[in-house]
């Protein structure tokens, strides 16, 4: 069974652009969180969707976005990019974010921001 | 706000020694669960172990054990016959349903070294 996936693997942008960032959960897991590893700010909670719909996100301003699909994959965008945007996006998946629930992580994209 | 605390930012280990990860928490929930992830220098989060914390009974995964201490708030994890496929950051997270939410919250990470 596949496993979550990412896309990019790698991403560059410049200041003021925008980042797009892809994740497809593990079959049949319709919950799909994003979170953020910058150097020396550790793991941060991002976003969560569920059912197509954003449950929960967390303490980042609103040019982080983005959208759950009918399949349940999901993007995240970020919109006017900073140079501490540049971290490693990290997608998780689970069964019905309605419980306590494992999540699996993704291999993550590099964003680069110069 | 639930808090994960690794208090060793950087362990070693002779290959085929168990060494011990520590990890505590701060939670006011009842139904919460903790893990280990691990995460070698390819970057992918790989789960390690869950512990449920209702059930007194300490998780174990073949070489992988955890030690709850569920007063103490304490989860700590036990490696034995340490391998050098070991060597990764070691975070230990919590995951509560606190206000209809399911984000993990993780610590700052043990980076473990596995010496041959």
């Known amino acids: 069974e596949a496993g979550v996936t990412q896309s990019p693997t790698h991403l560059i942008k410049t200041r003021g652009q925008q980042a797009t960032l892809r994740c497809s959960p593990i079959?049949?897991?319709?919950?799909v969180y994003w979170y953020q590893q910058a150097l020396g700010l550790g793991l941060q909670f991002l976003l969560w969707?569920?059912?197509?719909?954003?449950?929960n996100r967390g303490n980042f301003p609103p040019r982080f976005s983005g959208r759950q699909f009918p399949n349940y994959s999901s993007e995240l965008n970020v919109n006017a990019l900073e140079l501490e945007d540049s971290a490693l996006y990290l997608c998780a998946s689970s069964l019905a974010g309605r419980g306590l629930e494992t999540q699996y992580f993704g291999p993550g994209t590099r964003l680069l921001v110069l | 706000a639930q808090t994960v605390t690794q208090s060793q930012p950087e362990m070693s280990v002779q290959e085929a020694e168990t060494v011990t990860l520590s990890c505590t928490y701060d939670?006011?929930?009842?139904?919460?669960?903790l893990f280990w992830y691990k995460q070698p220098p390819s970057r992918q989060m790989i789960l390690v172990i869950r512990?449920?914390?209702?059930?007194?009974q300490n998780a174990t995964e073949n070489r992988f054990s955890v030690n709850f201490q569920k007063a103490a708030k304490s989860f700590s994890l036990k490696i034995s016959d340490s391998q050098l496929g070991d060597t990764a950051m070691y975070f230990c997270?919590?995951?509560?349903?606190?206000?209809?939410?399911?984000?993990?919250?993780f610590g700052k990470g043990t980076k473990l070294s596995v010496i041959p």
């Open positions: 939670t006011s929930e009842n139904n919460y669960y």
């Open positions: 079959s049949g897991h319709t919950s």
């Open positions: 512990q449920e914390a209702y059930k007194q």
């Open positions: 997270a919590s995951l509560y349903s606190g206000a209809g939410s399911y984000q993990l919250t």
């Open positions: 969707y569920d059912e197509g719909e954003e449950r």
